[in-house]
């Protein structure tokens, strides 16, 4: 029968009921069904919540005795969105099931001027309003409806950037092609992953299965407030994560994966003047393949050290790093036993004298 959905998931006026008058739609439906009784006329309009690729009204003619899934594989093809889930969904709200044969759907949601009226949107509900956002997952999470809820975030922010109700069988993969289309926010080399229990889940096929389901995510990963969260952060050269020694632990141990791109480093003042502050120290995230140069600089503007000052890593064996050296050719035989690369750090004058 589907499932109903409460007044937010309702919008306005189908856009194409504006084009003609109401006796002009039923005239042309009564026309068409004189002639061809076992179609139906059906029209698709995108969800306000939707990114899919669909233009603001679709007409489509369709089998009575199609199955709802028979449509919207069809539908698929048409708009070029193979393996992107999606929802149709009634005027009123209600989901269609896959299972329903169209005839049984147009029967029971048939506008008074025959036509069929249909919403299209991912596998997800994207809920803005906080407190509304806060009663639905209240409801998904006691009432089981087949949703889950997350939020996405940038890393190292609270703010939300998406509040959702995302469908249990929904996987990684599929919520990653929707984040790619929200072009405003995401840039092409942002890093998408889950960060839940201080435990890292990057979003590629290596780390976490395709066949992973928010289901599974969701019972293992939740939070202690019963959401699911997403950060997104931008693949940089050098990462400075949050601060508490949890988090750092997750960077090192994702930093540790056969397949990363990047080493835990860790920067510390070679010695201050008796008396002065403790020696300043920095814990990053750096990229394998960038050069000792690249990490100097970037610890210099960290530091906001004079033009006329330059710096000096050592290893902690006393070893000077030549700067054309990459971090990926040390880390192998320098490296403790945690997968840490430590250096200290000296500033000098970039100028001698005589």
Known sequence: ??????????????????????????????EYYSKFPAKVLMVIERSSGSSLPLPESKKLIVDRNDSVSQVKQNLAGHLGIQGTP???????????????????????????????????????????????FLKEKAQAVEENKGFVPIVIRKDGENKDLWRCLVKREMSLPHIKRWLERQAKVLAPNCFMFLLAKQTILPFSELEVPSEAKFETLYENWRNDDGVLVLRLRSEADVQEPEKSDDRWLAEVAFA????????????????RKKGGDAPQAF?????????????IEELKNRLNLAADKTLFLFLRSKKLVLPVAKLGEILERNADSEGILSFDYSETSALGSF
Do not use: W
């Open 1 to 30: 029968m589907g499932t109903f959905l409460c007044k937010q998931d309702m919008e306005t006026e189908f856009t194409a009921k504006r084009d003609r008058t109401f006796e002009e739609r039923l005239e042309k439906a009564n």
């Open 86 to 132: 999606f929802e149709l969904i009634t005027a009123d709200g209600t989901r269609l099931e896959s299972t329903e044969l169209m005839k049984s759907v147009f029967g029971r949601h048939m506008d008074e001027d025959k036509y069929l009226y249909l919403r299209i949107t991912e596998q997800l509900n994207v809920i803005e309003d906080e407190e509304q």
């Open 256 to 271: 540790r994966r056969p397949d990363s791109k990047h080493v835990a480093v860790v920067l510390k003042e070679y010695q």
């Open 283 to 295: 814990r990053l995230i750096v990229r394998r393949e960038l050069p000792i140069s690249k990490l």
